[in-house]
């Protein structure tokens, strides 16, 4: 069936922007001394209809899949790692499981596609469409039926989700692939410039890698429409998140998006429903070559740049302490009225600022 596309509304809402700044304003600190914790705090204000407002239950998904591609050798790692990992995120020691318990978020592993027959248990969605995508390099990853049933699993996922937070993961051998793929598709960069690493190529390997994906991009010439461009260059776990994506900003919960590979699901959604945007905090740049620009591209302003390139949402999970933070300070920080403190001088207000 096809997918419909979920409504997603505008919320620019220029008053209650205006009310939220005039509070941010009011608390006890030089004006806009809290940096980029007040565009956080104005952002998680606007998403969630609120001057005062309240994350509860935050969910981290890691939606794994296996890619075709790989045994190409595009990846420093075999694709059986994707299953292993799973393995390790549902016994509690992967670095998303350790910091999704540290910080009180609800994990959850969407099997989308991985090369492996898991047993089911708590923790464990199997929504898989297939063992792996195809060798994108002989035909499309995925048919247009995959793709749309990736994309209803995510949103039907995101639905049976508690809280109001939803924090983006992934694992997949081949992934930063099919991410450098739709970046350099989208938005009409060089795959050169939109191929990096991923989980560790050397050099000598990262331009074998590039000379793989512009062959790719040239069996797939007339895939330019997202949706299109998604099929043809894949991933199930990120056809999966697009869905989740969709339906999660439809839905006004907060997205927390990870590295390289969820932003590459918010670069497609975002084109084909812009709002979706409006809904997103950019957790971190990732160290992976093509992450800078693609943030540029989706003009996002990220939290954190510590030179992460792990994906599986640990960024997200990393970067999440600041969201409830920068709520915290709406709530509870005391006004210059009500904590009796001398406001900004009027005379000196007026002044040019110092150097
Ligand atoms: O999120 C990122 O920025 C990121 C950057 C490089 C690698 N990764 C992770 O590494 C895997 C993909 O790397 P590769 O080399 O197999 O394409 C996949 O499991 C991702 O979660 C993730
Ligand atoms: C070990 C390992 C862990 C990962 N987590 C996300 N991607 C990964 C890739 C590898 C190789």
Redesign the pocket.
């Known amino acids: 069936m096809p997918f419909t596309l979920p409504v997603i509304d505008d919320i620019a809402q220029p008053e209650l922007a205006a009310r939220l700044q005039h509070r941010l304003d009011n608390k006890t600190k030089p004006v806009g001394s809290l940096g980029q914790i007040e565009r956080l705090a104005q952002r998680i204000g606007l998403i969630l209809g609120s001057e005062q407002p309240v994350l509860h239950d935050p969910q981290m998904v890691v939606f794994a899949g296996d890619h075709g591609l790989a045994a190409r050798g595009v990846s420093a790692?075999p694709s059986d790692?994707t299953w292993q990992?799973v393995e390790n995120f549902l016994a509690g020691g992967?670095a998303v499981s350790v910091l999704a318990r540290q910080h009180g978020i609800g994990l959850t592993v969407v099997d989308c596609g991985v090369r492996h027959d898991f047993a089911p248990r708590p923790g464990l969605l199997v929504r898989k469409i297939g063992a792996g995508t195809a060798d994108a390099l002989e035909g499309p990853a995925m048919s247009a039926a995959q793709r749309d049933q990736a994309l209803a699993n995510g949103a039907a996922l995101v639905q049976g989700l508690p809280g109001n937070a939803l924090l983006l993961g992934e694992?997949g051998?081949g992934n930063t692939s099919a991410a450098s793929l739709l970046l350099a598709r989208l938005v009409g960069l060089d795959i050169a410039d939109a191929t990096g690493a991923g989980?560790g190529l050397d050099a000598e390997a990262v331009q074998r890698k590039i000379g793989i994906l512009r062959q790719v991009l040239a069996r797939h010439a007339d895939a330019t429409e997202p949706l299109a461009a998604l099929a043809a260059l894949g991933g199930f776990e990120i056809a999966t998140l697009v869905g989740a994506v969709l339906q999660a900003a439809h839905e006004r919960r907060v997205i927390v998006v990870d590295g390289f590979i969820a932003t590459s699901a918010v670069l497609v959604a975002s084109q084909l429903r812009p709002a979706v945007l409006q809904r997103c905090v950019f957790a971190h740049r990732s160290g992976e070559r093509g992450h800078a620009l693609m943030l540029a591209h989706l003009k996002a302003e990220p939290l954190l740049d510590l030179g992460l390139r792990?994906?599986?949402g640990s960024g997200a999970a990393l970067a999440w302490p600041l969201l409830p933070s920068a709520c915290a300070i709406l709530r509870e920080m005391a006004s210059f009225e009500a904590a009796g403190v001398s406001r900004q001088d009027g005379a000196s207000a007026a002044a040019p600022a110092q150097a």
């Open positions: 790692y790692v990992m992967a694992m051998i989980t792990l994906g599986e």
